[in-house]
């Protein structure tokens, strides 16, 4: 079982920066896919970017590449987004996410497993972008 709560949410003016926050507790020493998804009214929820918590291997949307960073700081079970060059379309609600454990050789599938494949949810973190 993992718990996940995140933070860091707020509104930002267009080209604004904010990260969030995802801290985990429970099982956090199990080698998983985690990520960060977000969904608009009206609309899917998609993946964002993710990361496998074993190698730390990253993978991000077309979208996002070049303005998001997502990463993981194993000490403190917590797996941080950090979003510049923000625009309009990237309010959302932003949700973090995690996998039942997964072995190495599966790392790659972090890149395209889709939301009902994750497990563990968090509340979710608004974003909002002012343009």
């Known amino acids: 079982q993992v718990r996940l709560v995140e933070s860091g949410g707020g509104s930002v003016q267009a080209g604004g920066s904010l990260r969030l926050s995802c801290a985990a507790s429970g099982d956090t020493a199990s080698s998983r896919c985690m990520g960060w998804f977000r969904q608009a009214p009206g609309k899917e929820r998609e993946g964002v970017a993710r990361?496998?918590?074993?190698?730390?291997?990253?993978y991000y949307a077309d979208s996002v590449k070049g303005r998001f960073t997502v990463s993981r700081d194993n000490a403190k079970n917590t797996m941080l987004l950090q979003m510049n060059s923000l625009d309009p379309e990237d309010t959302a609600m932003y949700y973090c996410?995690?996998?039942?454990?997964?072995?190495?050789?599966?790392?790659?599938?972090?890149?395209?497993?889709?939301?009902?494949?994750?497990?563990?949810w968090g509340q979710g973190t608004q974003v909002t972008v002012s343009s």
């Open positions: 990361i496998y918590t074993g190698d730390r291997s990253t």
């Open positions: 996410a995690a996998t039942r454990p997964l072995p190495l050789w599966l790392a790659d599938s972090c890149s395209n497993r889709a939301p009902y494949e994750y497990s563990y």
